[in-house]
């Protein structure tokens, strides 16, 4: 289930993540790739440091308040995000994540996440790519835009051709383990929260709540 997340940041925190990323430092991202992944990734990701920590507070807030992303990856544990940025022949290739990441806390990555923090006026290429059974998606979103995607799956970034290009990315553990089982959750979810705002609460209502309910209780990860 790929699910773009419109306006996830409003203007204001747009422009205080600019402002700390412009006075940020950054290192080479192969810190941060896996042994099949260094030779093609290419791009400097944040150092760690107060700007870093301060662009993830705000970050986590967004997504904190955001139904969307809640409902869609009923999330158990968020990592930190990584702060991305791709200059002129910088992209990142074919590849999948890591199933587990390590670090203060060990998790497994169930969900993916892109946050797109650049004008994509301001440059050229750079395209998220995710590879489905049916063919391939591109993203290439307005700034304070995110994606959210199955990390099973390949996915690229293409080549920068001018301009610079930033981007937020971090990884879920949800509470719902299987992809088929969260997009289950998240259509019944959907098809009560469509009645309760047009009808109230009806008995529909209530059915598709006991179901959504019952089906958390089965599947839930705790």
Not at 52 to 77: D, H, Y
Not at 84 to 102: C, F, K, L, P, Q
């Amino acid at each position: 289930m790929i699910i773009p997340l419109a306006n996830l940041l409003n203007d204001e925190e747009i422009s205080t993540l600019e402002n700390l990323i412009k006075d940020a430092s950054f290192e080479d991202g192969k810190k941060t790739a896996g042994w099949h992944a260094r030779e093609i990734k290419n791009n400097q990701q944040m150092a760690d440091g107060p700007h870093q920590q301060k662009i993830n507070q705000i970050l986590q807030t967004a997504i904190g308040g955001n139904e969307l992303f809640q409902i869609a990856s009923m999330p158990r544990q968020i990592r930190s995000f990584l702060i991305s940025r791709s200059t002129e022949g910088g992209g990142y290739g074919t590849h999948v994540d890591n199933a587990i990441m390590m670090g203060q806390q060990m998790s497994r990555t169930d969900i993916s996440m892109t946050v797109f923090l650049s004008d994509p006026e301001t440059y050229e290429g750079g395209n998220l790519v995710l590879e489905e059974t049916s063919g391939e998606r591109s993203f290439r979103m307005p700034k304070g835009y995110a994606v959210i995607y199955p990390s099973t799956t390949l996915h690229r970034v293409e080549p920068v051709t001018s301009g610079v290009r930033h981007v937020a990315c971090t990884w879920i553990q949800s509470r719902i383990r299987h992809a088929e089982q969260r997009e289950i959750l998240f259509d019944l979810d959907t098809a009560r929260r469509e009645i309760f705002k047009k009808e109230g609460k009806t008995h529909t209502f209530d059915l598709l709540s006991k179901s959504h309910a019952n089906l958390i209780r089965q599947w839930a990860d705790i």
